[in-house]
């Protein structure tokens, strides 16, 4: 074990740890790369260093570095950022980098990586390096390991990546609000040994969930059990980019949980494996087949499978109020039901306009302030799956169950996207190769008696 003098290398400037950089020091900086997209950046190949499979971000990217002295150094700017939770609706979010969750950040197992954080909050922040084995002033849990970082100042982390996982990183410091504002990041670091846990497709995703009432942009920070915005990397279906994958690949998807329940992840057509917590990677010898994993708060699964059945395979949270977007239980009237309508038997309820096409929405409170049905123009793909009943939605407020596949409307929202196995991708293509060609006969179909069958 190196002691932390010679692990720092003897430097003066870095032994100041998670310390303020000074005003000299500032010019020195690496640059802090920002984007405004929210589409899936191309897995970012390693420029230098030691070399690994990049991960995709799914509606996310990878944070550029720069090599200095054998020091991987990173700029994250903690900042007020805008993000598209999906078309027709953006969030004044607090993220990094420009996004919310922020970059995420790779690097290799072993690693020296510096970590400069800068505070562009109205408030003092930290980051703390959730699941990683760091010298203890460096673990961001602002009071206790650490000063706060306060507003307009830049701090230095500096640590070896002693482990290979799925990491997250996350604020300690007001974290209620600054997590319900939506800051959080990936960290991932990869083994030593490229073969090492070598797969062909490598995703990632962060769940977060944010409590913004339709009609507004921001989300409420003083909520603590009704979110109504369940998202990957803050974007709802259909905002939730496909994951494209070859047939035969050998696939893992990753998935840091940052809400504040729980998230049963399930997967059709396949079962899988659950190959690493954030804890490391789980023995073959302990591992069991499963097509459901529930996934904590502040917990991390990595599960694996091999794509070996083609076809678009939902994937998605199995809490049915997850996949779907927000409803308001407060609002006066928008669906045009009186409260007396509303008394009314079930099956006179369902005789009213249009209400049948919901589903059954029995026992479900507020049906007044419900927005799933909306009128979607503008609104690409996302078209009023009621057939017939149409209200303005309040503005920047998507319709509870939207999204349209092949054969109509899909009815989801929140934490729901697609696995699009297909023969015949590329190795590296990430392009929504658009939907499945089932083969003749393989679709379930309308029955209906021929003579042959009589
Ligand atoms: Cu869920």
Redesign the pocket.
Known sequence: MLTRRTFLGGSGAALLGAALVSKAGAALLPDAPSTASATTAAPLAPPNGQPYNPVVTLNGWTLPWRMKNGWKEFHLIAEPVVREIAPGMHANLWGYNGQAPGPTIEAVEGDLVRIFVTNKLPEHTTVHWHGMPVPCGMDGVGGLTQPHIPPGKTFVYEFRLERAGTFMYHPHSDEMVQMAMGMMGLFIVHPRDPQAMRVDRDFVFL?SAYAIDPGTYAPRVDEMTDFNT?AWNARVFPGIDPLPVRAGDRVRIRFGNL?M????IHLHGYRFEVAGTDGGWVPSSARWPEVTVDVGVGQMRAIEFIADRPGDWAFH???SH?TMNAMDHRKPAASGVSESDRAKPKHEDRAMGGMGGMGNMEGMEGMEGMKGMPDMGGMPGMEDSTGGMSMPLPENTLPMMTGTGPFGPLEMGG?FSVVKVRENLARDDYRDPGWYAHPEGTVAREYTVTPEHA
């Not at 329940?261 to 049963?264: M, Q």
């Open positions: 769940m369940w809400t329940t729980n998230h049963p949270c199995h809490k997850h934490m």
